[in-house]
């Protein structure tokens, strides 16, 4: 079962006001805090990253997203899969 995002989760931006057609469309962020619910979009984000284009067009570090428009990545520091199948040889 996938956890929902939360403050903290690095996330890829898959969506925006503009569609799937945004500036910000592929960018990572880190989620920031709750902002709120919106009557359309539902849960409001706002996020951090480097070159992120806000609703009025400003550039900067920080932008509020809609839960939505984000696709939650694994942690950087996740270890690495394990093998299932170990070959178990008798010598």
Known sequence: MN???KSGDRCE?????????GPNIGKRVTVGQLRGDHSVHGRIWRCHGEGLVTE???LGNEADFAQVWLRKLPPENAPA???????????
């Open 3 to 5: 956890e929902p995002i």
């Open 13 to 21: 931006v898959i969506g925006g006001s503009l569609g799937n057609t």
């Open 81 to 91: 899969p394990a093998e299932s199948h170990q070959k178990v040889t008798s010598g």
């Open 56 to 58: 009025y067009g400003a």
